[in-house]
């Protein structure tokens, strides 16, 4: 089992900044790839970004060049870096972990991201 705890999210003016964390506990030699998801109000959950065990990442077009997907291993924590925020980047963020046999998909509970404008 892996548990994620997010953290980070709050209230910020377009243009400005925030970076959220996950924190693993549990199988953490048994994940494979984590990434950030969104949910805005009345959408479907997105895919934001993820990074595999190895340090590749992937980030979707939406967010390239604004949002860094980063991890600790030492401390087991992953980070979402987000610059240049904007008013549609408004949503509920999700931490994911996908074990190596892709059998065990995790979620953390979210976490609140609102941009004004």
């Known amino acids: 089992q892996v548990q994620l705890v997010e953290s980070g999210g709050g209230l910020v003016q377009a243009g400005g900044s925030l970076r959220l964390s996950c924190a693993a506990s549990?199988?953490?030699?048994?994940?494979?790839?984590m990434g950030w998801y969104r949910q805005a109000p009345g959408k479907q959950r997105e895919l934001v970004a993820t990074i595999t065990s190895g340090g590749s990442t992937n980030h979707v077009d939406s967010v390239k060049g604004r949002f860094t997907i980063s991890r600790d291993n030492a401390k087991n924590i992953m980070y979402l870096q987000m610059n240049s925020l904007k008013p549609e980047d408004t949503a509920v963020y999700y931490c994911?972990?996908?074990?190596?046999?892709?059998?065990?998909?995790?979620w953390g509970k979210g976490t609140l991201v609102t941009v004004s404008s």
């Open positions: 549990g199988s953490i030699l048994n994940i494979a790839r």
């Open positions: 994911n972990a996908i074990s190596r046999s892709g059998r065990m998909d995790y």
